[in-house]
């Protein structure tokens, strides 16, 4: 369970869409990616719109016509975004199970996380960790 988060462009009647499925990928609105509890967040690079790194992110960010919103149509602070991108941790002991890691593609992380093993399928994956806690994610994911 997690939740999305989107960079949608001011204006744009999001709380109307039946799905952000139907709607993500366009200038308009624009997959940031998903807070996992537990692990670190999987930061979408879309480089086709030029998005390969935080500081692409970062620069979309503090656009003026540009707002940052969950999938439940909140709309959240730069500052929240980058908190939940950047300093996330674990409360608890981190999953050992040895299935659970292979099965999830996952190898330890910092500060008691679970990332993603930097690996590639035919339709995307972790292309790389950040300097912090995120991991690069390409292809469609939710």
Not at 94 to 114: C, Q, S, T
Request: net charge negative; glycine share 12%; aromatic share 12%.
């Amino acid at each position: 369970m997690g939740t999305n988060y989107y960079s949608v462009r001011r204006g744009f009647d999001y709380e109307n869409a039946e799905s952000f499925w139907d709607i993500r990928g366009t200038e308009d609105c624009i997959h940031i990616g998903k807070s996992s509890m537990g692990w670190c967040f999987s930061l979408h690079v879309v480089p086709e719109l030029g998005i390969n790194n935080i500081e692409d992110w970062i620069r979309m960010f503090i656009e003026p016509d540009r707002i940052i919103i969950n999938e439940y149509h909140d709309i959240i602070p730069f500052d929240k975004m980058m908190g939940t991108i950047t300093n996330r941790s674990r409360t608890g002991p981190p999953p050992r199970d040895p299935n659970f890691m292979e099965n999830n593609h996952a190898e330890p992380g910092p500060n008691g996380l679970v990332r993603h093993r930097i690996e590639h399928f035919e339709d995307g994956g972790c292309v790389g960790h950040g300097e912090g806690t995120y991991d690069y994610i390409s292809g469609d994911f939710s």
